[in-house]
């Protein structure tokens, strides 16, 4: 996503397409986008730099959104005709000619998700699609779309700054075989250690309407960041690594998606993976993490709303 959304001026094209390559030689194979990230723009991008590579690489794309002429945003839209014009444009727009995973980004109120269930059901018959997921859906949405189509992923914020799917969500998907994908597992880049309250983000970079990321928000959760920073200097390994090696060392289904523009950050991330957390060093984590109280909401009023339906 912040490749060239939602992440202040977009970098220089040829270089983001270089560091996918140079993702996929480092081993990573799994790929998040969605025709909202631009829009449309991120699933042109991807579909270039992973085509010599398709074969090797998973690649996920949501719907769920009104998108009018220009890609102007308009309100939820997961109607059947909506969701196989998304399908379709988006097969287009990656270069190939199935979507591996194809989440509905955000519940749709006014339809039924036995219908938004049915309807890739019937793109997976197509052979359009291989797989259905959802995005910061509720557990009855979720059981309701599974006994219609076996959900593959779902997909939900989750960090140690975040851990509300931990009461539901996980219990209901390790019952069900249902993946969990975790997106900004680094908190935005807040967990990184690279921000606090003196921070200025750039025009079109979201976090700066982002109530979790006011100065006043940002200050007050530096505490989340100094435990991180405090194992990571006992382990020789950044924050932004302790973090990832917190998530993945939850559940072997729990997939953490961090997003980066930079080398030496997707080298960081990936450093992650070969980390070991002993049980002490998690259950230190999770408890002193348990008493810091975390300050700001996730998303603006209008925005909560879409999620955990």
């Not at 949501?62 to 379709?88: C, H, M, T, W």
């Not at 996980?170 to 975790?182: D, K, Q, S």
Request: proline share 7%; charged share 25%; hydrophobic share 40%.
């Amino acid at each position: 996503m912040g490749m060239n959304h939602h992440r202040g001026p977009p970098p220089d094209r040829g270089a983001m397409i270089s560091l996918i390559a140079e993702a996929v030689a480092r081993g990573v194979t799994f790929f998040d986008t969605a025709e909202v990230y631009g829009p449309f723009t991120n699933e042109a991008l991807v579909g270039e730099a992973l085509a010599p590579f398709r074969r090797q690489v998973t690649i996920a794309t949501k719907f769920g959104f009104d998108l009018g002429p220009g890609g102007r945003r308009g309100g939820l839209n997961s109607r059947p005709e909506r969701i196989r014009q998304v399908a379709d444009e988006s097969l287009k727009r990656l270069r190939t000619d199935v979507i591996d995973l194809f989440y509905q980004h955000r519940v749709d109120p006014d339809v039924p998700i036995e219908e938004v269930a049915g309807t890739v059901k019937d793109l997976i018959a197509a052979g359009k699609v291989r797989c259905f997921g959802l995005s910061e859906a509720g557990p009855q949405t979720i059981r309701r779309a599974h006994a219609v189509q076996p959900l593959a992923a779902l997909q939900s914020e989750y960090s140690l700054w975040w851990r509300e799917p931990e009461a539901e969500i996980l219990p209901l998907c390790a019952e069900l075989g249902i993946g969990f994908v975790a997106f900004s597992p680094l908190g935005r880049g807040f967990l990184t250690g690279a921000i606090d309250e003196t921070t200025d983000f750039s025009q079109n970079d979201n976090r700066a309407d982002l109530p979790r990321f006011t100065p006043a928000a940002r200050r007050a959760n530096l505490p989340i960041v100094e435990l991180l920073q405090i194992l990571g200097t006992q382990k020789r390994a950044s924050p932004a690594q302790i973090a990832l090696a917190w998530l993945l060392a939850r559940e072997s289904w729990i997939v953490p998606i961090p997003g980066t523009t930079k080398l030496h950050r997707l080298e960081e991330n990936i450093g992650a993976t070969a980390m070991a957390l002993s049980a002490a060093e998690l259950r230190q984590l999770a408890d002193a993490a348990a008493q810091i109280t975390v300050v700001g909401d996730r998303y603006p009023q209008a925005e909560a709303a879409q999620t955990s339906r």
